[in-house]
């Protein structure tokens, strides 16, 4: 069995490092945030010192691809976050049968865990603590990697250096450090080449306000991503009667700026009625938190089909980070953690160059297609976007999109359009077009899908930005 240091101790790091330490590996984890989790759900949110995830207390669900392989691999991980008050919603059971057409076989794999993100964290850490073999290390910042010359001149990772020049020596190094990750600053001092990296320019900004639902049988919907003009609306349930509230812009729409302030951000909400009765019983928990989700992001270690480096390997949003708006991040981090795993039982790491090479390989299977397909999905609704601000149409500019925005006009007339958008949305699997039913196929080529599909009744772009500015709806530039 390996010796495995694994850098970044949150979502994916805990996992990689329960999922290996169950494996019989002797795995340290080094997390540089020194606080430990302790207290119930409230006092996590209220004090767990995180400042090494600038999104801890930002909205967080767990959508079914992450609690199917829970289920499988890491069962208590549930058990620990029902404990401290998280609970299961099955998106499906809670539509009525007219739009759902009843139960059928795979629905019981389209469940939301609902829990804010300190609080599932921390049972991912009660249970990776709890596994033999696991030593989390809080406090301790990875510096850098200890690297030899390996096969073809490739810096062979061997090991990596704290903040305080401690030297831990490894089989294996897994880089979890998240979306800013130092990995290529460490990657250049020992001679390696960067990875290849597939970045998009914009991405959304996330304009949240927590609350607290005194009455929680007003909740309108049981979480939800609705898409308005020019702006996504996002609903996320959480543990204790919370929920947040989210208004996500592109992050160069500049009018939409003063969303930060309460006064405005709360002007905007009032133009959505649904919200108005679960408003009024609910009190904030917190201001308006805002961050910039950044564009879709891979990197590869293999660059033309061969590793930079070998020894080393990375997972979760330093190497796969998706659009927050859509979730999937956990379980993308998650479904990596699983594939590594699954490659080191076929090959240890004093074969590093076959296991880098099979590790690269095995993630494109496992993680590439849905990658691909939320690209696209981001891609086309930024467009779209872009084109609501301009003020201009977007028709549908691509197969994908055109059939993305056929299955929103179709869900609530036909049952297999609103499975094939909700397996999509809790990341079990992409749809296109060969994997719907041939009725749906043939309802869906005779639409005419020319315009977006958005809910009726809410606002317009210029009623948003009336709403924002403070002005009166009919003086708003038309
Ligand atoms: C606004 C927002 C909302 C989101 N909502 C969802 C959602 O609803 N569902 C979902 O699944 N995903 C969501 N995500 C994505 C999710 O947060 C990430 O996918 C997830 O946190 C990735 O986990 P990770 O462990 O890879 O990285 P992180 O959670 O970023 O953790 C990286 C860890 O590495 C540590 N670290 C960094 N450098 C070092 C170092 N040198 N040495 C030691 N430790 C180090 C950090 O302190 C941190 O603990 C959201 C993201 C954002 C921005």
Not at 30 to 46: F, H, Q, S
Not at 97 to 122: H, K, Q, S, Y
Not at 391 to 396: A, D, H, S
Request: proline letters at 7%; hydrophobic letters at 40%; charged letters at 25%.
């Amino acid at each position: 069995m390996a010796r495995i240091v694994v850098l970044g101790g949150a979502m994916t790091g805990l996992a990689t490092a329960a999922l290996l330490g169950r494996d019989g590996h002797d795995v340290t984890v080094l997390e540089r945030d020194v606080a430990e989790p302790k207290g119930d759900a409230d006092e996590l949110w209220r004090t767990w010192e995180r400042p090494g995830v600038s999104q801890f207390r930002l909205p967080h669900i767990m959508l079914g691809a992450w609690n199917k392989v829970m289920e499988e691999d890491l069962p208590e991980v549930l058990d620990e976050v029902v404990r401290l008050g998280c609970s299961h919603v099955n998106t499906i059971a809670t539509q009525p049968d007219t739009l759902t057409g009843g139960t059928r076989p795979g629905d019981e794999e389209l469940r939301n865990l609902i829990g804010r993100r300190p609080v599932v964290e921390a049972a991912l850490a009660t249970v990776a603590a709890r596994t033999p073999g696991v030593t989390i290390r809080r406090g301790t910042k990875a510096e850098s990697l200890v690297a030899t010359a390996g096969a073809d001149g490739v810096p062979q990772v061997g090991g990596v250096v704290t903040q305080d020049g401690e030297v831990l020596t490894a089989d294996l190094v897994v880089d979890a450090m998240g979306r800013n990750t130092t990995l290529d600053r460490m990657l250049d001092a020992i001679g390696a080449t960067g990875p290849e990296v597939q970045a998009e320019d914009l991405g959304f900004v996330y304009y949240c306000r927590h609350f607290r639902n005194n009455e929680p049988r007003t909740m309108p919907v049981v979480g939800a991503v609705i898409p308005y003009e020019g702006m996504t609306l996002l609903v996320i349930p959480a543990d204790a009667d919370t929920y947040c509230l989210v208004f996500s812009v592109a992050s160069n729409d500049h009018e939409m700026r003063d969303l930060r302030e309460i006064d405005a951000w709360e002007r905007a909400l009032a133009l959505f009625p649904n919200f108005s009765p679960v408003r009024a019983v609910s009190t904030p928990i917190t201001d308006i938190q805002v961050m910039n989700g950044g564009g879709d992001r891979r990197r590869s270690l293999l660059v033309d089909g061969a590793p930079v480096v070998t020894g080393l390997v990375a997972v979760g949003d330093s190497a796969v980070r998706t659009n927050p708006l859509l979730g999937r991040g956990a379980s993308t981090g998650l479904v990596q953690a699983r594939t590594l795993r699954d490659v080191l039982r076929e090959v240890a790491p004093d074969r590093p160059d076959v296991l880098a090479l099979r590790f690269g390989e095995a993630v494109d299977a496992t993680v590439g297609p849905m990658y691909r397909f939320t690209l696209d999905q981001d891609q086309h609704r930024m467009a779209e976007v872009q084109a609501e601000i301009a003020g201009r149409p977007y028709p549908p500019a691509g197969a994908g999109w055109r059939l993305q925005r056929a299955l929103q006009m179709m869900f609530s007339q036909d049952p297999d359009a609103l499975r094939a958008l909700f397996r999509a949305a809790h990341r079990i699997e992409a749809f296109d077009t060969g994997t719907l039913p041939d009725t749906l196929r043939a309802k869906i080529e005779e639409l005419e899908v020319d315009r977006p599909v958005y809910p009726p009744g809410g606002p317009t772009r210029t009623q948003l930005l009336a709403a924002v500015a403070g002005r009166p709806a009919q003086s708003a530039p038309a």
